[in-house]
């Protein structure tokens, strides 16, 4: 489903028994704390010890990064 997915993660830094986020009835669409796969790889390094926009390098004009330009850390999984 390319809308709302399903993610587990244990240790590290990360609450245990922690739903984050939800979908509609049908499973589908996402219907509050929408988060993607860029604040996931935010988050993951953040526990890691690793500042995402320090990644930070210029292209062809553009910034890029691992985490895209709009990743952000998700504090709610974080214990």
């Not at 979908?23 to 526990?47: M, N, P, Q, R």
């Amino acid at each position: 489903n390319p809308y709302g997915y399903s993610v587990w993660m244990a240790g590290g830094g990360t609450k245990g028994g922690t739903a984050y986020g939800a979908t509609d009835e049908f499973g589908y669409h996402v219907s509050e704390d929408k988060c993607d796969i860029y604040d996931l790889w935010a988050t993951v390094l953040h526990l890691m010890g690793v500042d995402h926009e320090a990644l930070t390098y210029r292209y062809g004009g553009r910034d890029l990064r691992l985490t895209d330009v709009h990743g952000r850390v998700i504090n709610g999984i974080i214990a």
